[in-house]
């Protein structure tokens, strides 16, 4: 191989974290701006053709599959989170509902604004590139996580991943966590209330403190 291209991979090699740091959250919103959302509001709609990417500068967007009267929330974006990203890059319709959780301040990156920031900025389309990959294994380590062993199990690894492994607060309601493992509030409801008498959780209205993840790993022994 040769020793330029070897040395200026390895110079080049930087590990960035899935989400986006509030100093690149910032650093967007004086390029674009920042959009402020009330609660509820249809960010992008299942089916619909994509035109930007949005970036979450503050609140929580819930990712939304509907298939009839059936609806299924899959996935609770935060902070630094991207939705619409491989849509857009696929140029396919949106095959999930976007919606606001929670009162939300949003980046909206129209397509002509990515293309220009992607031709102009390299590390930008660098740190693209591993926030996407971040996300996929992410997904498909969830995906594992929900897809074996019994609904303890999948809440277990839906709370681990929600605190990122360590002691931290998720601001979700029973009910949508329910929806996100396919089950119901009171099932949930049981399991958490085992966990707090165990001491690994502690349970609020409308969020879920994990003060021992390593008592809730050792369920998953």
Request: net charge neutral.
């Given at each position: 191989?040769?020793?330029?291209?070897?040395?200026?991979?390895?110079?080049?090699?930087?590990?960035?974290?899935?989400?986006?740091?509030?100093d690149?959250i910032?650093?967007?919103?004086?390029i674009?701006?920042?959009?402020?959302?009330n609660s509820?509001?249809l960010?992008l709609?299942?089916?619909?053709?994509?035109d930007h990417?949005?970036?979450?500068?503050?609140?929580?967007?819930?990712?939304?599959?509907r298939h009839?009267?059936?609806?299924?929330?899959?996935?609770?974006?935060?902070?630094?989170?991207l939705?619409?990203?491989?849509p857009l890059?696929?140029?396919?319709?949106?095959?999930?509902?976007?919606?606001?959780?929670?009162?939300?301040?949003v980046?909206k990156?129209?397509?002509?604004i990515?293309?220009?920031?992607?031709?102009?900025r390299?590390?930008?389309?660098?740190?693209l590139?591993f926030?996407l990959?971040?996300?996929?294994?992410?997904l498909?380590?969830?995906?594992?996580?929900l897809?074996?062993?019994?609904?303890?199990h999948?809440?277990v690894?839906?709370?681990?991943?929600?605190v990122?492994g360590?002691?931290?607060?998720i601001q979700?309601s029973q009910?949508?966590?329910?929806e996100?493992?396919g089950?119901t509030?009171p099932s949930?409801n049981?399991?958490?209330?085992?966990?707090?008498?165990?001491g690994?959780?502690?349970?609020g209205?409308?969020?879920?403190?994990?003060?021992d993840?390593?008592?809730?790993?050792a369920?998953?022994?």
């Amino acid at each position: 191989m040769d020793s330029h291209v070897d040395g200026e991979s390895r110079t080049h090699k930087r590990v960035f974290p899935a989400r986006f740091d509030s100093d690149e959250i910032a650093e967007f919103g004086r390029i674009v701006g920042i959009e402020h959302m009330n609660s509820g509001t249809l960010l992008l709609r299942q089916g619909d053709a994509v035109d930007h990417i949005g970036m979450i500068a503050s609140g929580k967007v819930e990712l939304v599959y509907r298939h009839g009267s059936r609806r299924v929330v899959l996935q609770v974006l935060q902070t630094g989170d991207l939705y619409g990203d491989i849509p857009l890059l696929c140029d396919v319709p949106m095959p999930l509902s976007a919606r606001a959780l929670t009162d939300t301040a949003v980046i909206k990156l129209h397509h002509q604004i990515f293309w220009r920031l992607i031709d102009q900025r390299p590390e930008m389309c660098r740190r693209l590139l591993f926030s996407l990959a971040s996300r996929t294994e992410q997904l498909q380590r969830r995906l594992l996580a929900l897809t074996s062993g019994d609904l303890h199990h999948k809440l277990v690894s839906l709370l681990l991943d929600q605190v990122g492994g360590a002691p931290g607060e998720i601001q979700l309601s029973q009910a949508t966590i329910a929806e996100m493992l396919g089950s119901t509030r009171p099932s949930i409801n049981r399991i958490l209330q085992q966990f707090a008498h165990d001491g690994h959780v502690s349970i609020g209205y409308r969020s879920i403190s994990v003060t021992d993840p390593e008592g809730l790993r050792a369920v998953l022994d």
